[in-house]
């Protein structure tokens, strides 16, 4: 990243691994805008009706990236939560959080999820899909991957700011 004054981050993660919550502090933290993806779709209508089995919207994804190419250009400086793998985005840094298996169920239960959506998503997270995925569409020197297990939520920040801080970037705390 050559422009120090542009600062964008995409947390990712399967359903239950930190996103939201490491997205908004992390936002905090380093004076950036906070956009979690699902709450845009809904805000803006940007889906085409609902998913019964899969317990989801179905997402108009061309009208989303639309969307978040024109909020991208317009924010410099943003942190954005998703568990979606959106192609094409001016990304700076794409932080993919991990929960280990057993505390992930245990996260998606306390949440109420049916068994084939926690079945589902246990699976997505064995098979590190979201790495996967990214790694088709964005360079991997931008990827990282952090095991957010039942850690402090201050020290992924940390751990998240200091990997961008080795990346030669201007980043205050």
Do not use: W
């Not at 050559?2 to 936002?27: E, F, H, Q």
């Not at 064995?126 to 964005?138: D, G, H, K, T």
């Amino acid at each position: 990243m050559s422009d120090s004054s542009v600062l964008r981050i995409y947390i990712t993660g399967t359903p239950g691994t930190g996103k939201t919550i490491i997205a908004k502090n992390l936002s905090y933290n380093l004076d950036l805008d906070f956009l979690e993806i699902n709450d845009l779709i809904i805000e803006e209508g940007l889906y085409l009706g609902y998913d019964i089995d899969r317990d989801t919207l179905i997402v108009d994804d061309e009208l989303l990236t639309q969307n978040l190419f024109k909020k991208l250009k317009a924010n410099k400086k943003i942190c954005i939560s998703s568990g979606m793998v959106l192609l094409g985005l001016p990304i700076d840094y794409i932080i993919i959080l991990h929960t280990s298996i057993s505390i992930l169920r245990k996260r998606l239960e306390s949440r109420d999820y049916s068994n084939e959506k926690i079945e589902s998503n246990l699976e997505a997270e064995i098979m590190n899909i979201l790495f996967y995925e990214f790694s088709e569409f964005y360079p991997q020197d931008i990827m990282f991957e952090i095991q957010n297990d039942d850690r402090n939520i201050e020290d992924t920040c940390n751990e998240i700011i200091s990997i961008i801080g080795k990346h030669h970037l201007r980043v205050s705390k």
